[in-house]
């Protein structure tokens, strides 16, 4: 009888260990991406550009240049995103790797009429954020962490339907 408790008592035990290896688990496997490097940036005018003032929104970050075909033409695809997805709480913020800074940068936002913000970024922060070649597009959820990141052009619909999903999940 001894025995019979024993070894119910170690099953018990066994099976509670399990129960909560396996809870952390799912815990660490919710939401398993990183979190964002944090920027502090300012735009054409000064005013600071942080991504901790979008906290609670869906953040693409895209890394470009004047001289990016690629860029260009993803531009405009972004003002449409920034457009039609802003009032769901999304926001593009343009992050400029161009060597010559504000000089090339103002009058390309000028005349293209970007409508979101835009930084020139330093190139510490285009190395914590793995850039390698231009376009690199960084979705960025509302808990400030990277959900996806695509070098090279992006497929548009593809990319609209990822916003989507981000902009849906749960607050």
Same mark, same amino acid.
């Given at each position: 009888? !001894?025995?019979?408790?024993?070894?119910?008592?170690?099953?018990?035990?066994?099976? $509670?260990?399990?129960?909560?290896?396996?809870?952390?688990?799912?815990?660490?496997?919710?939401?398993?991406?990183?979190?964002?490097p944090v920027?502090?940036?300012?735009?054409?005018?000064?005013?600071?550009?942080? #991504?901790?003032?979008?906290?609670?929104?869906?953040?693409? #970050?895209?890394?470009?240049?004047?001289?990016?075909?690629?860029?260009?033409?993803?531009?405009?695809?972004?003002?449409?995103?920034?457009?039609?997805?802003?009032?769901? &709480?999304?926001?593009?913020? &343009?992050?400029?790797?161009?060597?010559?800074?504000?000089?090339?940068?103002?009058?390309?936002?000028?005349?293209?009429?970007?409508?979101?913000p835009v930084?020139?970024?330093?190139?510490?922060?285009?190395?914590?954020?793995?850039?390698?070649?231009?376009?690199?597009?960084?979705?960025?959820?509302?808990?400030?962490?990277?959900?996806?990141? $695509?070098?090279?052009?992006?497929?548009?619909?593809?990319?609209?339907?990822?916003?989507?999903?981000?902009?849906?999940? !749960?607050?």
């Open positions: 009888m !001894k025995n019979q408790f024993i070894v119910v008592a170690m099953f018990a035990v066994v099976l $509670h260990f399990a129960k909560l290896q396996v809870a952390v688990g799912q815990g660490a496997e919710e939401n398993p991406r990183k979190a964002a920027f502090s940036l300012t735009d054409a005018s000064g005013t600071p550009v942080r #991504l901790s003032d979008y906290k609670g929104q869906v953040v693409l #970050l895209n890394f470009w240049a004047t001289w990016c075909h690629g860029c260009k033409t993803e531009i405009p695809w972004y003002m449409d995103f920034q457009k039609k997805y802003k009032a769901q &709480g999304f926001t593009v913020v &343009g992050a400029s790797m161009d060597d010559e800074g504000w000089k090339v940068v103002k009058p390309f936002v000028k005349e293209k009429k970007l409508n979101y930084v020139i970024a330093s190139d510490e922060l285009a190395k914590q954020y793995g850039l390698r070649e231009m376009p690199l597009s960084v979705l960025i959820d509302r808990d400030g962490r990277i959900a996806d990141s $695509h070098s090279g052009v992006v497929d548009r619909n593809a990319w609209e339907s990822e916003i989507q999903h981000l902009l849906n999940e !749960k607050k």
